[in-house]
């Protein structure tokens, strides 16, 4: 037997483990219908059942090759720490990207206020648990949510994760009520910098992204997801020129394999750009793992082994192995 390939684990920057049981369910003809689907499914959950289903997803996600995950938790405070719970049993490294939800969405998700909302994010920290601010979304934070959650962040030194641009009726929306597009009116807010991840942003014009790269933020795309949900294509070489850095999510965890949401992300600007090797095998393995360690805020992702004895890797020479996984294998490579 060969002696395994040695990687950095795989970090999923952006997942909502309860939206597993949605795999293979077809309700919905678009995003918003989905979504109502998915609010009846958000729901019904416990402390109960997130501890023993997240912990199912979060075993799926190690045995492909995660190491750690955001969870960009919206279903209470109790399930938080039942999620914590659920990914310490599977092995999984969490950082519970604790979502701020103003308006709209469903009882559950909401806050009454920014203090109570930080109250509880502080009571997760007084537990020893990883955390990060997650104001939802331009929809579900008004502005001076978004402030006083920017100013906590940079105070504390945390990570902030923000939904933006993931679908166009958002964006009209954020226009009409402040006149201006979702990642414009983050950077207002001060909502972004260096440890501002914004999840998706498939729909940002030029100047959004240029917002984003100033601030020295990163981007979550969740290519799976965002292809199962009818979102788009993330703008991948406009990411790169600017040289923004990029991570990667199961998000709704229709499918978990981040070999795929590599694979994905460098078919979607060979199809934009019409030419090959827009970003080198060797630098996608690294938004699966260095720029989702960053985005996270942790030190390191561990290490992963690569079965390259699998017959996927059958004939493949040493120097093509970073090139063969992404674009000739599933995460059924990485030796549990
Ligand atoms: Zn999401």
New binding site residues.
Partial sequence: MTEPLTLPGFVNA?S?AFQRALRGRTEGADFWAWREVMLDLARGQTPGRVRTEYADVYREMRAAGYTAVGE?HYVGFEEAVAAAEAAGEAGMEIVLLYVAYARGGIDRFRQESVAEYLRQLEALRDRGLGVGVAPHSVRACPRDWLQGLAAYAESERLPLHV?AD?QQREIDECVAEHGCRPIELLADCGCLGPRTTV??GTHADAHELDLVADAGARLCV?PT?EANLGDGFAPVEELCERGIGICI?S??NVRIDPLEELRELEGIARRRTGRRNVVPAGSLLSFGSDEGTASLGLDSSGEIEIDVDHPSLLGVDEADLPAALVFGCAADVVRA
């Fill in positions: 952006h909502h960009f939904h993931e999840v998706h969740c997801t999510g998000d709704s």
